[in-house]
């Protein structure tokens, strides 16, 4: 436990075929643990009070789809330039406030599309970024869920891809990117593209880069 309390905010709705409140809960005790005081919202409106995000070391966001208004956009933005950080998963965080380039931008990253079904797939760890805190020490795995094709910024820190064959529309493979992390300003954004399900964290280098993410994403 750190020696010190931290503050994360949690930032959970939307589509609910995402599981918004399971998967979340399930990293509340990993929070709690590494010293951090938790809140639960379950209201955008979180990103319009500027003075609880200054006081919050860790954002925590799982909201598919939906809108932000330009103004909790901004003060999202603002916070994590002054050190808030800034963490989520899949759909909850790059399938989020479509349409919306500023939290894109953010994110560094967006959720286009992914093949029909739930797909067994490789998840590759850039062997140049193998030392990375989020990742050290994990080896390649598999994973049995969605596979998301996304539209990323080249300013991001890829840690692990996936790679999509050729096929009818595709005419060479692509390595896509599965788990980045970016800076932004004074604050940390880690984003994973896995977690369409909660027994994708049961994985258990998934549930491992998730947790590290967290902590690493923190002020």
């Known amino acids: 436990m750190t020696s010190s309390a931290r503050r994360a905010l949690v930032v959970r709705g939307g589509w609910e075929g995402h599981h918004p409140v399971t ?80 939290y894109h ?21 850039v062997p140049g970024r193998a030392d990375h805190p989020v990742v050290k020490g994990l080896g ?10 996304m539209l990323t910024d080249p300013l991001i ?6 790679t999509f064959p050729a096929e009818d529309t595709r005419d060479r493979e692509v390595v896509m990117p599965a788990v980045w992390t970016r800076n932004w300003g004074a604050g940390r954004v880690f984003v994973s593209a896995i977690g369409h399900r909660p027994s ?4 258990p280098e998934v549930r491992t880069l998730t947790e590290r993410g967290l902590l690493w994403a923190s002020r």
């Open 23 to 102: 998967t979340t809960d399930s990293f509340l005790p990993f929070l709690e643990r590494e010293g951090f005081t938790v809140q639960v919202s379950d209201s955008l409106d979180s990103y319009l009070d500027a003075e609880l995000l200054a006081a919050t070391d860790l954002v925590v966001q799982c909201w598919t789809m939906g809108a932000l208004a330009p103004e909790a956009t901004a003060g999202l933005a603002a916070a994590v330039r002054a050190g808030t950080g800034l963490a989520g998963w899949h759909g909850g965080i790059v399938d989020s406030f479509r349409g919306d380039v500023d």
């Open 105 to 125: 931008q953010l994110t560094g990253g967006q959720f286009l599309m992914h093949p029909h079904g739930i797909h067994e797939h490789g998840v590759t760890i």
């Open 140 to 149: 390649d795995f598999r994973v049995t869920t969605e596979k998301y094709w």
């Open 157 to 162: 820190d890829t840690l692990a891809t996936t």
């Open 200 to 203: 994708d964290f049961d994985v």
